[in-house]
Structure formats: C-alpha cells, structure tokens
C-alpha cells in the first residue's frame, strides 16, 4: 500500500467514525441511520462499509474508542486530584461533577448502548459490557490500593455510585448526583 492511500484512508476512517460519535451521542445508535452518518461523515456509503462492514461494528468501535477515552480520562483525573488511591477515588466523583456541568454532557455512551440495546450479542452491547468490566477492575484496584477489606465488594459498590451519578446527572442535567455520590464513596471507604 502507498503512503498516498494510507495518509488518505485514515483521515476517512476517522471521519466517519468522528460523525458517527457525534451522532450515536446525541441521538442513540439505533435512531441514527448509515444514510446520516455517511451525509455527515462527508462520504460515500460503500466507503463506510469498507471500512466497517455493518453499523453494528461502526457502533462497536464507536462505544470501544468512547469507553477507551473515558476510562484513561478518569484514570488521569483520578491520579491528579488524589494522593493516594482513596483520594483517588474521592477525586473520580469531583471529576464526574466537572464533566455533569459541561453542556455537551450526554451520560456515558458506554451506559446508553446497554439501556438502549438489549441483544447480548449485538457488538456495540459487547463493547459497552468490555467497558463496565474495565471500569470495575480499575475500581476493584483503587480499592485494594486503599486497603479495602473487600476489595472486590467495594468495587462494585463504586462502579453502582459512578454509573448511578451518570444516569441521574443526564436525567437532572445536575452535577448533584456526583456530589452526593463522593459523600456515600467516603463512607464507604471508611468503613
């Protein structure tokens, strides 16, 4: 392959995905059609296809870079506002009410895809599912960190308040939940 068709195919690739996201943010995945997507992409739809094969697997790589994203942006956030892992995890809500307050704020894709689709298999669900795995055991490890008793538990319980925070902020377009969410995290780590 050139690097005239590689330089050229990547740009593309990455616009389609770009429309896409915006797109499956704002509006959901299964009310956004390829026709949309492709019109707001800039691009032909045999060349979405080429790309991605189906929606579905547009919608997978859509939800997996998203959920990526979000989780090193919570890792880094965590890492900055907190010394030690149970400031860490006291810095992950301050950082979610930070992010309730911005008006581009839409909850989690990674939470909309599995409320929003019900099929086990379709490969967005797949990677929403990858994604609430990912984020438990980055909880799961800051709980250890702290020195948890049950590690394990307490980690479940964290990703209920951060998951918890999301659907409520997006529901209240308040950063209340988060807020609220830091004060049940704090007794929890105390006890």
Request: charged share 25%; aromatic share 4%.
């Amino acid at each position: 392959m050139s690097t005239t068709t590689t330089a050229r195919t990547l740009p593309t690739r990455d616009s389609i995905l770009d429309a896409a996201e915006r797109l499956f943010c704002t509006r959901g995945i299964q009310t956004v059609g390829v026709d949309l997507i492709v019109a707001e992409a800039g691009v032909a739809k045999m060349t979405l296809y080429k790309h991605f094969h189906s929606k579905d697997l547009l919608a997978a790589e859509v939800v997996r870079k998203r959920s990526q994203a979000m989780r090193d942006w919570l890792v880094s956030e965590s890492k900055r506002r907190g010394q030690d892992a149970a400031g860490q995890i006291l810095g992950l809500f301050d950082a979610l009410a930070e992010w309730f307050e911005k008006s581009e704020f839409r909850a989690c894709l990674a939470l909309n895809t599995t409320l929003e689709i019900a099929e086990p298999e379709h490969p967005a669900r797949v990677e929403a599912m990858n994604h609430k795995v990912a984020m438990r055991a980055i909880l799961e490890d800051l709980a250890i960190r702290a020195g948890a008793e049950r590690p394990k538990e307490l980690g479940d319980q964290l990703l209920i308040l951060v998951h918890g925070s999301i659907a409520l902020a997006a529901a209240w377009k308040s950063s209340a939940p988060a807020v609220r969410a830091k004060q049940v995290a704090r007794v929890l780590l105390d006890a």
